[in-house]
């Protein structure tokens, strides 16, 4: 319809209108689109980014439930296999049973899984199991082929065995055979002939595809005769593609006992696991994982990610005084009624259900400690003032959540309150930032990076080698214990003949372990041919090495660490997480913040998170701002804080960028209770 003139109009004013409007209802839908694009900007950017696809929780656009170790698919193998003992079938049998008789007997179960050409298939085991209280027994798994040959570079695992702290319960595998052909699964049980009575016996056996690949989580007491767990969680190195260890204390911290948030260790190899459970690959010698002890376990060389977990600390005025109150400063103690309770999560589709602490690892999917404890101030004897509710949750792929109620019991005057403050080991360096989305917002360095090395004049002889007539790039880079350097500007030599030498001068670099040798083939295409002392200022290539695979880093992270260094703080109000990154292990433990129930709280004004080194402690927390600029605020009896919190473990796919994993996981914190359930 064509719109006429009004009044006083033009045919060209009603264009010039149309125009206008045209372009106003533009500009208006364009303000739409950028504030969708700002409000889903941290979501949006994160998925970008999100270079390890289900790692993040992100599955082609759709949400996916990264912990979850896969759900059983497809058919159950074990209704199409046949326990075999002997030389005849059992084929009625599927939760068969040895008894004793002073002879040795085995029974085992081999379901055809077919052709393995691409790799990508994964497994899960479970069974219920029992084994006798004398003499020998196992149950163990292997790939073979048809004539029951175990696979070349496979192993037989041993799973459980009669020498194992826990006797009975239930086993959680997940595993990707290697063998390609005809692939057989052989659930072998095993009972030694000095075993003079007791029963070996398993049930409830379910072998199922599972949905994706993940190292099942794993749960323990912690030392023998103590009374606290520890779980282990196992994380995929990409650039090095081998897996590495973490593992998270819960033992008395200070005052609060018998329980508390305590330590979490990385490992720089799987080296926990070398000879006590099965590898997911079954490619690794196995030893008989009962002949292991809890403490072998734990003694082993790690990287203290975390020493302290406060939660929360409060300073109150007692009177007279204000006084630090929180597990690591004192003041916080477990409340005997209801006391620690433990609940576990065996990937069965029951959820948590109860659990009582006791020896041996114990494979599930979900971990969960609640523990209650109360404030008490040092003049008011054993009456609290504050009651706290936690409920802890640790997840296989090094997430744990924490659910905290804190219920004031009477009116308290609050200087400062601190949050989910971590403290770390004063001996390791770190790197931290602070951000919000995938933006860095702030960051804090405890030693700097080291420059690459300057490449001199090479130089070439015609004897002594054995390099013929080519034209040869090479790069030099300078190593610490906390990393690599990027390669310094390539240089080329050419050489005549066919028993050369080149020769590649450097110049030396302060703070240097050690220099890394890249090189022979075109510039740009240089792989590592040797790496030599601090001392070395050049190298000789001879042309009887062989050069690796390993390409120049692209990143610096080649560090000096000086432990005295006093940092400044780091301090931003809007930031959402945080992270702290051991340059020489690789790990990096980051926190989520709640906070929008945070600063729903009345008494709230804004949220600091701080990054910082003093005292030789590395710290990361955030600190409560008053409403109204205030230095303290009363809290009448009866308030309740609620706030969900979040850490997280792990090892970044890019040094340089390792903040991502932790930023993506921060990017809807509503979306991540969802992901990371406490139910």
């Not at 839908?29 to 289900?54: C, H, M, Q």
């Not at 508390?260 to 190899?269: I, N, P, Q, R």
């Not at 809890?294 to 003694?299: F, K, L, R, V």
Request: net charge negative; aromatic share 10%.
């Amino acid at each position: 319809m064509v719109q006429l003139p009004s009044p006083g109009e033009t045919p060209w004013d009603v264009e010039l209108n149309a125009a206008i409007n045209g372009i106003d209802a533009d500009l208006q839908a364009t303000k739409t689109e950028i504030d969708y694009r700002l409000d889903t900007f941290d979501v949006e950017s994160a998925a970008a980014n999100a270079l390890l696809g289900n790692t993040f929780g992100i599955d082609e656009g759709e949400i996916a439930s990264p912990w979850t170790l896969g759900a059983k698919m497809a058919q159950e193998w074990w209704t199409l296999a046949n326990f075999q003992t002997g030389g005849g079938y059992n084929s009625t049998n599927l939760a068969p049973s040895l008894t004793g008789n002073g002879t040795s007997q085995m029974l085992r179960t081999r379901p055809y899984c077919g052709n393995q050409p691409s790799g990508d298939t994964i497994w899960r085991l479970e069974f219920d199991y029992t084994m006798p209280d004398n003499g020998w027994a196992g149950i163990s798994l292997a790939a073979t082929d048809a004539s029951l040959v175990v696979y070349p570079g496979t192993q037989e695992q041993w799973l459980v065995g009669s020498g194992s702290k826990r006797r009975s319960g239930h086993f959680l595998f997940y595993f990707k055979p290697t063998g390609t052909g005809g692939l057989y699964l052989q659930l072998k049980l095993e009972l030694g002939n000095n075993c003079a009575s007791g029963l070996l016996s398993v049930s409830n056996v379910s072998l199922r595809v599972a949905g994706h690949y993940s190292r099942t989580m794993l749960v323990s007491q912690q030392y023998q005769n103590a009374l606290n767990p520890e779980v282990h969680t196992q994380h995929y190195d990409i650039p090095n593609r081998v897996w590495r260890i973490g593992r998270q204390l819960f033992d008395a911290d200070n005052a609060l006992t018998p329980v508390a948030f305590s330590a979490v260790d990385g490992y720089s190899t799987d080296q926990p696991y070398q000879n006590t459970l099965p590898d997911p690959d079954l490619a690794r010698t196995s030893g008989f994982i009962y002949s292991n002890t809890d403490e072998a376990y734990i003694t082993i060389p790690g990287t203290s990610l975390r020493v302290n977990n406060n939660d929360q600390i409060m300073v109150i005025w007692n009177g007279t005084a204000w006084e630090y109150r929180g597990n690591t400063h004192g003041g916080e103690y477990t409340r005997p009624t209801p006391g620690v309770s433990y609940k576990i999560d065996y990937g069965s589709g029951a959820g948590l259900v109860p659990w009582t602490l006791s020896p041996g690892l114990l494979g599930c999917e979900r971990f969960q400690i609640t523990l209650p404890s109360e404030y008490r101030l040092t003049n008011a004897g054993t009456t609290p003032y504050a009651n706290v509710d936690r409920i802890i949750t640790c997840f296989p792929d090094g997430m744990t959540r924490v659910d905290r109620t804190t219920t004031f019991l009477s009116t308290q005057v609050m200087q400062n309150y601190f949050e989910w403050m971590s403290s770390h080991d004063t001996t390791t360096p770190y790197v931290g930032r602070i951000g919000r989305g995938l933006t860095v917002l702030q960051e804090v360095d405890t030693h700097p990076l080291l420059t690459e090395p300057v490449v001199g004049t090479l130089t070439t002889a015609t004897t002594g080698g054995t390099l013929p007539a080519a034209t040869y790039s090479y790069r030099v880079t300078a190593r610490t214990p906390y990393g690599e350097t990027t390669a310094a500007a390539a240089k080329t030599i050419a050489t005549t003949g066919t028993t050369s030498t080149a020769t590649v001068p450097w110049g030396a670099v302060s703070g240097a372990t050690s220099y890394g040798v890249y090189g022979r083939t075109g510039s740009g295409t240089e792989r590592l041919l040797a790496t030599v002392g601090g001392s070395a200022v050049s190298y000789v290539d001879t042309g009887s090495a062989i050069p690796s695979i390993q390409e120049p880093p692209r990143v610096n992270t080649a560090r000096l660490y000086n432990g005295t260094t006093a940092l400044m703080s780091a301090v931003s109000t809007s930031a959402r997480w945080s992270v702290w990154r051991e340059p020489r292990s690789g790990w990096c433990y980051g926190n989520i913040y709640d906070s929008e129930t945070v600063l729903a709280r009345p008494e709230v004004d804004k949220v600091l998170t701080r990054l910082e080194k003093g005292s030789g402690i590395h710290k990361q927390y955030t600190n409560l701002m008053w409403a109204a600029n205030a230095d303290s605020v009363t809290i009448p009896a009866n308030t309740v804080w609620t706030a969900t919190h979040f850490s997280f473990v792990y090892r970044p796919e890019n040094p340089d960028r390792y903040h991502t994993e932790i930023a993506v996981r921060a990017a809807a914190l509503a979306s991540l209770k969802d992901i990371y359930p406490a139910t």
